[in-house]
Nanobody
Framework: QVQLVESGGGLVQAGDSLRLSCAAS????????MGWFRQAPGNEREFVAA????????YYTNSVKGRFTISRDNAKNTGYLQMNSLKPEDTAVYYC???????????????????WGQGTQVTVSS
């Protein structure tokens, strides 16, 4: 089992920045990568970004490219999502997730991940 705890969400204005953190504990040595997803009211959970735990290969959805940066600190078993130039449409609950395998479902799909955090609210006002 892997436990994930997100932090860093909050209420900001358009153009501001936030950094989300995702602390992992438990059987983290089984983790192959970490992803961030978000879900706005009435919408499905959507992919935001992902990173492989060892090689640092990254994936982003088009709407956040150039604004968001995903990273990880292996020594701390923590992943981060640096969000710059935030827009009202970025408002959502943000979830981090861990996948244990390089194979299987796409990195861009929620079913490709094995463990999930409880989520942290990000609200961007205009």
């Amino acid at each position: 089992q892997v436990q994930l705890v997100e932090s860093g969400g909050g209420l900001v204005q358009a153009g501001d920045s936030l950094r989300l953190s995702c602390a992992a504990s438990g059987r983290t040595f089984n983790a192959y990568g970490m992803g961030w997803f978000r879900q706005a009211p009435g919408n499905e959970r959507e992919f935001v970004a992902a990173i492989t735990w060892t090689g640092g290969v990254t994936y982003y959805t088009n709407s956040v490219k150039g604004r968001f940066t995903i990273s990880r600190d292996n020594a701390k078993n923590t992943g981060y999502l640096q969000m710059n130039s935030l827009k009202p449409e970025d408002t959502a609950v943000y979830y981090c997730a861990v996948r244990q395998s390089a194979y299987g479902s796409s990195w861009y799909l929620a079913r490709g991940y094995d463990y999930w955090g409880q989520g942290t609210q990000v609200t961007v006002s205009s």
